[in-house]
């Protein structure tokens, strides 16, 4: 570990305290002027320390994303290994690079920013730095392509909790990877997997996680300003960490048992318009129909207006409510 991540460790876990230079040098066993180095390094990267003369340096409160920061909201034994970028292009690319080369399941790459997140659909996501956690997990199941779709509704379940806690507010669930409060999508997860052509079996996927924690400074662009939102009204010191922490562990906690579905009730009691009319729309086609459940495949289970009923894998099709 650099003296730079040494210190952020230490600081992370001294917040709002004064440590002198000398106190840090020892404990870190490097020099002192090591040490003010990585402190202009720091503060140069965003975050707010304050230098004072006999006193020594402290971290304020500030929302900065680092490896150091979501390990304290870890649950011990959850087995994550994190990279964090202040930005990157896409954590899925990063992951996906990584597991290519081998990296272990486990293997989580984070970000404060991404220049090209990747959407379902081939759409675009909008990534903007200090209101957004961009996260992948690397995971390498034992499963088939159809039951690939388990890991994208146990990250939903995993995401709601997080948010729920963080926030004291509700969070419902949209078939089958959007992550709602109050009528606007505050995450969307997008799962991509690499299969072996030998046993037709997941070599391994990535989970893709995208929450607006809060409000972007100047609101959302044009295109989503109507749909999208953010888990919290007001900031909150250290929610980037303190989410990201949070919703690895459940996921990592919900993966461990998926064969048994634990997360599948959390998913069942917050999923959205059940009951109500809604359009099923694969590209140019829409078909209505009224949403009745999701199954134990976590197929949508739906009852077409003869009254027939039928179950939908996610697929390429999207799911809206009919006014
Ligand atoms: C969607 O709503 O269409 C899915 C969005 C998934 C976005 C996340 S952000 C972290 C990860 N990296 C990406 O490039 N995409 C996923």
């Not at 707010?48 to 304020?60: F, R």
């Not at 669930?173 to 409060?181: A, G, H, S, T």
Request: with cysteine.
């Amino acid at each position: 570990m650099t003296v730079k991540e040494e210190l952020i460790r230490l600081f992370e876990h001294n917040r709002g305290s004064y440590l002198s230079g000398a106190e840090i040098a020892d404990k870190l066993g490097c020099t002192r002027g090591a040490v003010w180095k990585a402190v202009k390094n720091l503060q140069n990267e965003g975050y707010t320390i304050s230098a004072v003369t006999n006193k020594g340096y402290c971290l304020e409160a500030a929302d900065v994303l680092s490896a150091a920061g979501i390990e304290k909201y870890l649950d011990e034994g959850c087995g994550a290994k994190l990279t964090v970028y202040k930005e990157t292009d896409s954590t899925n690319i990063r992951l996906r690079e990584l597991a290519a080369e081998g990296a272990e399941e486990g293997t989580v790459v984070a970000a404060g920013m991404q220049t090209k997140g990747r959407g379902r659909l081939g759409r675009s996501f909008f990534s903007p730095s200090d209101t957004g956690l961009y996260l992948s997990i690397l995971i390498r199941p034992d499963m088939t392509a159809a039951d690939a779709v388990r890991i994208t509704t146990a990250a939903a379940v995993a995401v709601a909790e997080a948010a729920e806690e963080v926030s004291g507010r509700r969070v419902d669930i949209k078939w089958v990877n959007d992550v709602y409060m109050e009528d606007r999508k505050i995450c969307g997860i997008l799962t991509e997997a690499s299969f072996s052509l030998e046993s037709g079996g997941l070599d391994y996927a990535v989970c893709g996680i995208g929450i607006n924690v809060c409000r972007p400074e100047g609101g959302f662009p044009e295109e989503i300003k109507d749909i999208a939102g953010e888990v919290l009204k007001t900031p909150v010191e250290d929610a980037r960490n303190r989410m990201a922490g949070l919703v690895i562990s459940k996921f990592m906690k919900y993966y461990r048992s998926l064969g048994e579905n634990t997360f599948l009730k959390g998913y069942r009691q917050r999923l959205i318009w059940r009951g109500e009319d809604i359009n099923l729309i694969r590209g140019s086609e829409t078909v209505p129909a009224k949403l009745i459940d999701v199954d134990e495949q976590c197929r949508l289970l739906v009852e077409y207006p003869d009254g027939s009923r039928g179950t939908i894998s996610s697929g390429e099709i999207s799911i809206r409510r009919r006014k």
